[in-house]
């Protein structure tokens, strides 16, 4: 189900509920209550805040937290930049908001994590809030936090056309070959791609490239005599690959449908015909993604194998 996205007006400050006659303070302290306190200050309705995405609830956080700061604002980074951009990430969002700052620069707060670098780069704007551009957001997580959120920021800044390949090559080169991090920074550059469809499909192709699996290709169509019918998340020669649990193939020009009996019938349809084409169907589902073990038993049982030395490529679809 479509998840709808927070809107900054949804946050209220303390005096404008005061101004209502609405004390929020006193019932959320006890528990009770239609408010959430964001932070000190800053409020959201609780049945709101309880439909709201892991993403907009960080994004919650980073606009109530960037309500308090005095002018000039800091440029916002990492998560806080990701999450401000719609890029989704994998795990828990952090419970501080990300700030770049000059090296020089003085202060701390217990919300507030700071970034020091000897040069600021040149912020984006977004309303009137400084942060971090896309392809400097994706590099800054590259080089801080785990491969699957960063690779699932990237596909989809990339998906979206927050930013371009070039832009990535220009914020991996500006990183200094021993700087912290440019392992990983060079990890996400080598293996984004807009054609991942779905956070669960960036998070399994870290889990492949991480176990030494062989590189895939993807959204590779299925064909037959009769033509083709459909994509598969992830291809080899001779084997299909799908993440997910329920909707394995997308068939082209396909409606969604809302029976789940329906869905199962018409999937099971689609893998025979794949199977009959003489090609290995693997599938796995997001815990084994995640924990990565069972999604290596999957794509090992279907005939594929690992290789520490395995050799990915960079890929750029001619169309982004």
């Known amino acids: 189900m479509a998840h709808e996205p927070l809107r900054e007006r949804e946050i209220h400050s303390v005096g404008r509920l005061r101004r209502a006659g609405i004390a929020p303070w006193a019932s959320t302290a006890r528990g009770t209550g239609a408010w959430m306190r964001i932070r000190p200050g800053e409020y959201l309705d609780k049945e709101r805040w309880h439909t709201l995405t892991p993403l907009d609830r960080h994004r919650a956080l980073v606009v109530a937290t960037v309500r308090r700061m005095r002018e000039p604002l800091p440029m916002l980074s990492h998560f806080a930049a990701a999450a401000l951009w719609g890029m989704p990430i994998i795990g828990p969002w952090p419970d501080r908001v990300d700030v770049m700052m000059d090296a020089c620069a003085a202060g701390s707060s217990t919300l507030v994590r700071r970034h020091r670098v000897s040069c600021l780069p040149e912020p ?10 896309p392809a400097r957001t994706v590099m800054d997580l590259a080089r801080s936090t785990q491969l699957a959120s960063a690779l699932s920021a990237a596909d989809r800044s990339l998906r979206d056309g927050l930013c371009t390949y070039g832009d990535l090559d220009e914020e991996l080169l500006a990183i200094p070959k021993r700087g912290p991090g440019r392992r990983g920074a060079h990890v996400v ?34 064909e037959d005599a009769q033509g083709r019918f459909g994509r598969a998340d992830f291809g080899w020669p001779g084997l299909i690959g799908e993440f997910d649990g329920l909707r394995k193939y997308r068939a082209t020009g396909d409606a969604g449908d809302t029976a789940s009996e329906e869905i199962v019938i018409r999937e099971k349809l689609r893998e025979d015909r794949v199977r009959r084409t003489g090609a290995g169907v693997a599938r796995w589902v997001w815990a084994e993604a995640l924990h990565g073990a069972g999604l290596v038993r999957a794509l090992t049982a279907a005939g594929l194998s690992t290789d520490d030395s395995a050799e990915w490529i960079r890929r750029t679809p001619f169309e982004w």
Request: without cysteine.
């Open 124 to 133: 984006s704007l977004l309303g009137s809030i400084p942060v971090t551009s």
């Open 189 to 222: 550059w080598l293996l984004a791609d807009p054609r991942s469809e779905s956070p669960g499909e960036s998070l399994s192709r870290a889990r492949m490239y991480e176990s030494g699996l062989p590189q895939p290709d993807l959204q590779v169509p299925l």
